[in-house]
């Protein structure tokens, strides 16, 4: 007899875009005639960098000929483009990172939801709340999350509520906790801490040995020059954080797959009986084992980002995608809602219209506008009564959708 593992039962029944997409199926079916803008799931539009179509197609000429075909590569990354993030993105500003600290991966989801497999069961996990989905659900498989309550929340994570109330800024836990997960840019809400909110959080991680969980994912988009774009702009925050980071939002890499985590050599945690343990190493043996690589000619793809041509056109994709959040933000402030995020991110975080909760709000976009975004509950229990639109969609279809903004009628 094969068991399972049954924590995979407490899951609810379906993941929350699969819910969305669902409802947009249906409303479709019954309405094949509507032009339905897609602004809930945060996928790209724009095409990859011209320099990496350039890289792929170069490496994919390599592929063919023996004498520079590649088999297997390192599972950590090729030198070439390992060295090639810490020289631009940490020694660039002034972070001592060094590349034997960065590996290579195929998302940052994959890596904020399998660096568990090193942490232990029992660890205390704190969550800012709305989260992205994949922090909980993760932890919830592995058994840390406990059993989900009426109210919404896993009676064995620890929730940080972040809402307009409270300006989005998490506060410290009051309970112990041994572990927290920390996205700014945040998603879903958009917003950021700045330097000084993020060196409240290290100091208090140093103090109580806590690991920090640190989702860089959308770091390119900042604009303000007192937030922070890597952790480790904090002093200290080696000793505590791990770093995750991708080339999905940044360069279009959604389809191609390529991400790294930082994992600090200092970077500690501890066996039951109080033993300290390298991070890094563990990360490594897991990472060997579990994962073969992300393929060359992708690493090479994403090499071709630092090159001064990648960069200029990385960059115009992001102004792109910035400029439609500032339409959409704009938009629905002209209609008297409460708007927040769109700056330093691609998200939009709507307080939704006399009292509707967020799938009523969800559910009348789409049938009254044919408008889809993302109901915020979905994020969470302190989601509930916000809506998440992205900027991710074409110029054209961000514009029509700012103007039927303008038939809101509730």
Same mark, same amino acid.
């Given at each position: 007899?094969?068991?399972?593992? @049954?924590?995979? =039962? #407490?899951?609810? +029944? *379906?993941?929350?875009? *699969?819910?969305?997409? &669902?409802?947009?199926?249906?409303?479709?079916?019954?309405?094949?005639?509507?032009?339905?803008?897609?602004?809930?799931?945060?996928?790209?539009?724009?095409?990859?960098?011209?320099?990496?179509?350039?890289?792929?197609?170069?490496?994919?000429?390599?592929?063919?000929?023996?004498?520079?075909?590649?088999?297997?590569?390192?599972?950590?990354?090729?030198?070439?483009?390992?060295?090639?993030?810490?020289?631009?993105?940490? $020694?660039?500003?002034?972070?001592?990172?060094?590349?034997?600290?960065?590996?290579?991966?195929? +998302?940052? $989801?994959?890596?904020?939801?399998?660096?568990?497999?090193?942490?232990?069961?029992?660890?205390?996990?704190?969550?800012?709340?709305?989260?992205?989905?994949? %922090?909980?659900?993760?932890?919830?498989?592995?058994?840390?999350?406990?059993?989900?309550?009426?109210?919404?929340?896993?009676?064995?994570?620890?929730?940080?509520?972040?809402?307009?109330?409270?300006?989005?800024?998490?506060? =410290?836990?009051? !309970?112990?906790?041994?572990?927290?997960?920390?996205?700014?840019?945040?998603?879903?809400?958009?917003?950021?801490?700045?330097?000084?909110? /993020?060196?409240?959080?290290?100091?208090?991680?140093?103090?109580? #040995?806590?690991?920090?969980?640190?989702?860089?994912?959308? @770091?390119?988009?900042?604009? @303000?020059?007192?937030?922070?774009?890597?952790?480790?702009?904090?002093?200290?925050?080696?000793?505590?954080?791990?770093?995750?980071?991708?080339?999905?939002?940044?360069?279009?890499?959604?389809?191609? &797959?390529?991400?790294?985590?930082?994992?600090?050599?200092?970077?500690?945690?501890?066996?039951?009986?109080? @033993?300290?343990?390298? /991070?890094?190493?563990?990360?490594? &043996?897991?990472?060997?084992?579990?994962?073969?690589?992300?393929?060359?000619?992708? !690493?090479?793809?994403?090499?071709?980002?630092?090159?001064?041509?990648?960069?200029? !056109?990385?960059?115009?994709?992001?102004? %792109?995608?910035? *400029?439609?959040?500032?339409?959409?933000?704009?938009?629905?402030?002209? !209609? +008297?809602?409460?708007?927040?995020?769109?700056?330093? *991110?691609?998200?939009?975080?709507? $307080?939704?219209?006399?009292?509707?909760?967020?799938?009523?709000?969800?559910?009348?976009?789409?049938?009254?506008?044919?408008?889809?975004?993302?109901?915020?509950?979905?994020?969470?229990?302190?989601?509930?009564?916000?809506?998440?639109?992205?900027?991710?969609?074409?110029?054209?279809?961000?514009?029509?959708?700012?103007?039927?903004?303008?038939?809101?009628?509730?």
């Amino acid at each position: 007899m094969a068991f399972i593992n @049954e924590n995979y =039962l #407490k899951l609810p +029944g *379906s993941y929350l875009f *699969s819910d969305i997409a &669902r409802k947009v199926i249906e409303f479709k079916t019954a309405h094949p005639d509507a032009n339905i803008i897609r602004l809930g799931i945060g996928d790209v539009t724009k095409p990859l960098p011209a320099a990496s179509i350039e890289a792929l197609h170069k490496a994919v000429d390599e592929m063919a000929a023996a004498e520079t075909f590649r088999g297997y590569g390192p599972e950590q990354g090729y030198d070439f483009l390992v060295n090639t993030i810490a020289e631009n993105d940490y $020694k660039a500003r002034g972070l001592d990172i060094q590349a034997d600290e960065i590996f290579v991966s195929d +998302g940052a $989801k994959s890596d904020t939801g399998n660096i568990g497999d090193i942490l232990g069961v029992n660890n205390l996990v704190a969550i800012t709340d709305p989260v992205y989905p994949v %922090y909980i659900d993760t932890n919830v498989m592995a058994g840390r999350a406990g059993n989900l309550q009426a109210d919404g929340k896993w009676d064995r994570l620890t929730y940080l509520p972040c809402t307009a109330e409270n300006n989005f800024i998490p506060e =410290l836990p009051k !309970q112990k906790i041994d572990i927290v997960y920390l996205c700014f840019p945040n998603n879903p809400t958009g917003t950021t801490l700045t330097k000084a909110q /993020l060196k409240v959080w290290v100091d208090y991680a140093i103090e109580n #040995k806590v690991l920090i969980l640190f989702d860089s994912a959308y @770091e390119a988009f900042i604009t @303000e020059d007192d937030v922070p774009h890597s952790i480790y702009e904090i002093e200290g925050a080696k000793q505590v954080a791990i770093e995750f980071r991708s080339f999905s939002k940044t360069a279009g890499f959604t389809g191609t &797959r390529c991400a790294y985590t930082v994992i600090p050599k200092e970077l500690l945690a501890y066996t039951e009986s109080g @033993e300290a343990v390298a /991070l890094n190493k563990l990360w490594n &043996r897991r990472h060997t084992t579990k994962f073969n690589g992300v393929p060359y000619v992708i !690493q090479r793809a994403a090499e071709a980002c630092y090159s001064e041509a990648g960069k200029q !056109q990385v960059r115009s994709a992001i102004e %792109y995608y910035l *400029s439609n959040a500032s339409i959409i933000r704009n938009g629905l402030l002209e !209609q +008297g809602l409460s708007v927040f995020g769109g700056v330093n *991110s691609p998200y939009i975080w709507v $307080k939704t219209p006399k009292g509707l909760n967020s799938w009523g709000f969800f559910d009348y976009l789409l049938n009254e506008l044919n408008i889809v975004g993302t109901p915020g509950v979905g994020f969470g229990p302190s989601g509930e009564g916000y809506l998440r639109l992205t900027a991710f969609g074409t110029l054209e279809n961000t514009k029509e959708a700012v103007s039927r903004f303008k038939n809101i009628s509730l």
